[in-house]
């Protein structure tokens, strides 16, 4: 006996239930004529990953529901074909009661995976473990499902049993054994797992622990895409009941991920799958980045980009992940030199745009600045010159690309990084002005090494090289003010950003970091410039979340608080 399985790695979109349906259908029509029986879409593929409040909208709930209908329908002529499909479903009607109290309701809402086949919907399984963490509040939109869904695919003695899980339901033992105990023998895991460094070799591992612990074979269907902050990164796989990889998609692609299942002498299913080789962090990391963008662009209906080139890293760095997203045809850069601009800049800048053959223009903000400190003349008299003036050229150039923005259509791409989010060396109102913040979740460290990997790499064939080894070699400068660098305000990024790794992103406590070797002193600088920062870290464009802790939705601390560790 041998099952084909498809998994339907597709780039799904949040609030498009026609699109998305549309998606599935081809994928199981095509899933269908190469004899394909079983086909799983990922975690809420009907609607997208993750609605958030859209979820609260019963009409939003109805629609998602109207296009599982659709779906059903359309494959009504598979004969023998099982779809597995992704939605939210409100709560049946006789149930709801029993999800009240008097102080509180719980959502009516359940995380479901739906089982069609010729039709109809056989089954329908609610996710039972909810995640609240990180990126996640399904809490507060779904309520737990309780019981194992198990279904047979095939007849007789070909029949394989599968058992249903949804994402989270996987990292548990508790949602797999019960399933395994109604009968299961092969576990289909369908997911909407974001990305961030380091995620899909854990996956891997957990996933075929909890195969291994079960003694059945086990899929992970997961999506690709950028949703907002977040990135999915597709990376399906099928693992042995010893745990083994026996299969694993590509990354960053969508694809119709084929998997074989034969059930050897002993009865047991063995599965068997082309397997992608394992890939750098480097790699991961760049198509992350140029995913988002290229999403966050195209489902929002933007025609192209723009941004600031400085002739510096950060800058040089996300006008080469543009270009690699878009193409060079739909970025544009624009330099604006202010008195304190070194001429290795103007030229530095001229080369990468060159390099990447996008529109290059050059408007001096000299007239601009001259005149703000003429009108502020009589008002700053006697005061020394500070960081105001730094500000007022750094807004100056926000308000010229937001023109550009929206005399154009385009999207301005904002270039600060972590490093800087975190301490709050940016400008509100001018370098943080802008619509997408590209590299906002990358520290500086990170930054240096993925310019050198992007020069070293050609990944979507626009050209090797594409950042002058100048701009990575020289020491990083705001240049808003006569022979100015980072490190006259920052500690070494080295150390910035290892203090930043364990601080912000693993929590660890103030002493422990000092206890590691750090200086007293410089922690807590770092530290407090982190507290001192966070209202400017609410106001900044939503970025591409990369970490496992973002300043993002990872990030929830309150503005006002006298809270001192």
């Not at 899909?200 to 003694?215: H, I, S, T």
């Amino acid at each position: 006996m041998s099952l084909k399985i498809c998994i339907a790695q597709l780039n799904y979109c949040v609030g498009d239930m026609a699109g998305n349906a549309r998606l599935i259908i081809a994928a199981a029509r095509q899933a269908y004529e190469a004899g394909a029986r079983l086909l799983l879409t990922p975690e809420l593929a009907i609607c997208g990953y993750a609605a958030e409040d859209l979820f609260l909208r019963p009409a939003f709930v109805q629609a998602c529901d109207d296009a599982v209908n659709e779906v059903a329908r359309e494959l009504a002529g598979f004969k023998g074909l099982y779809v597995v499909v992704g939605s939210p479903m409100a709560v049946p009607q006789a149930d709801a009661p029993l999800l009240h109290s008097r102080s509180v309701q719980v959502p009516q809402r359940l995380n479901v995976a739906h089982v069609l086949c010729e039709g109809r919907r056989l089954h329908s399984y609610a996710k039972r473990e909810l995640p609240n963490y990180q990126v996640f509040d399904e809490r507060r939109y779904f309520t737990p499902g309780q019981t194992p869904c198990v279904f047979s695919v095939g007849e007789g003695a070909d029949a394989v049993k599968v058992g249903l899980l949804i994402c989270e339901d996987a990292w548990f033992e508790a949602p797999a054994q019960s399933t395994r105990a109604a009968g299961a023998e092969l576990l289909a895991v369908i997911n909407a797992s974001p990305f961030h460094a380091g995620k899909g070799m854990e996956r891997e591992r957990v996933m075929g622990l909890r195969a291994q612990a079960n003694g059945t074979p086990l899929l992970f269907a997961h999506l690709v895409g950028g949703q907002d902050e977040v990135v999915f990164e597709g990376a399906s796989f099928a693992v042995q009941a010893s745990g083994e990889v026996a299969g694993r998609a590509a990354s960053f692609e969508a694809q119709l991920f084929q998997v074989q299942a034969l059930r050897v002498a002993s009865g047991a299913l063995q599965l068997s799958a082309e397997v992608a080789a394992e890939r750098s962090l480097e790699a991961d990391l760049w198509d992350a980045l140029v995913l988002g963008v290229r999403d966050y662009l195209g489902k929002n209906g933007f025609p192209g980009a723009l941004l600031g080139l400085s002739g510096g890293i950060d800058s040089a760095l996300v006008l080469a992940i543009a270009v690699d997203a878009l193409g060079p045809e739909k970025v544009r850069a624009v330099m604006m030199p202010s008195p304190y601009t070194a001429d290795i800049s103007l030229a530095d800048a001229r080369e990468m745009a060159q390099r990447r053959g996008v529109r290059y223009d050059e408007y001096s903000i000299v007239p601009h600045f001259e005149a703000f400190l003429g009108t502020l003349a009589g008002e700053f008299e006697g005061r020394a010159v500070d960081a105001t003036e730094e500000n007022i050229q750094a807004r100056i150039r926000g308000v010229i690309l937001m023109a550009l923005s929206n005399k154009f259509g385009a999207i301005v791409l904002t270039t600060g990084n972590k490093s800087e989010m975190a301490t709050g060396y940016c400008t509100l109102y001018g370098d943080m002005a802008g619509g997408f913040a590209v590299i906002k979740d990358l520290l500086k460290t990170m930054v240096f090494k993925l310019a050198r990997w992007r020069n070293a790499h050609d990944p979507y064939g626009r050209g090797s090289q594409p950042i002058p080894e100048r701009i990575i070699t020289r020491p990083p400068s705001a240049e808003l003010r006569a022979d100015q660098t980072d490190q006259d305000s920052l500690p070494a990024y080295e150390v910035l950003d290892a203090i930043l790794e364990r601080y912000m992103e693993n929590d660890e406590s103030t002493a422990d970091i000092v206890a590691a070797g750090f200086e007293p002193q410089v922690v807590e600088q770092v530290t407090r410039l982190i507290r001192l920062n966070e209202y400017k870290r609410r106001q900044s464009p939503v970025g591409i979340r990369v970490s496992h802790r973002s300043f993002g939705k990872d990030w929830r601390y309150p503005i006002t608080s006298k809270f001192r560790a």
